[in-house]
């Protein structure tokens, strides 16, 4: 059984940066789908981004420009940068990973932004 560890989370505002960091307890992280999700109360969880194991990345069509996923194998981490934060970019952020049948999530890390 994986355990994955997000980070990073926090009350920032409008306008600031944050990066968000995913430990995961695996092995070969390298051979992983890794992505990231967000979600608010009453709502549904929501792709942000996602990054292949040969670093192919996609996000969501909201999410391009401000947002970017990287991944570092030897650390068995992924992360999120988010620039130029907004108010709706207020949620908990999840991140999850999978190969085959094997489907992980993080307990998630909040991010606040508000001023």
């Known amino acids: 059984q994986a355990q994955l560890v997000e980070s990073g989370g926090g009350l920032v505002q409008p306008g600031g940066s944050l990066r968000l960091s995913c430990a995961a307890s695996v092995s070969i992280f390298s051979t992983y789908f890794v992505a990231w999700y967000r979600q608010n109360p009453g709502k549904q969880r929501e792709l942000v981004a996602s990054i292949s194991s040969i670093g192919s990345t996609t996000y969501a069509d909201s999410m391009k420009g401000r947002f970017s996923i990287s991944r570092d194998n030897p650390k068995n981490t992924v992360y999120l940068q988010i620039n130029s934060l907004k108010p709706e970019d207020t949620a908990v952020y999840y991140c999850?990973?999978?190969?085959?049948?094997?489907?992980?999530w993080g307990q998630g890390t909040q991010v606040t932004v508000s001023s």
């Open positions: 999850n990973i999978r190969k085959g049948i094997q489907n992980y």
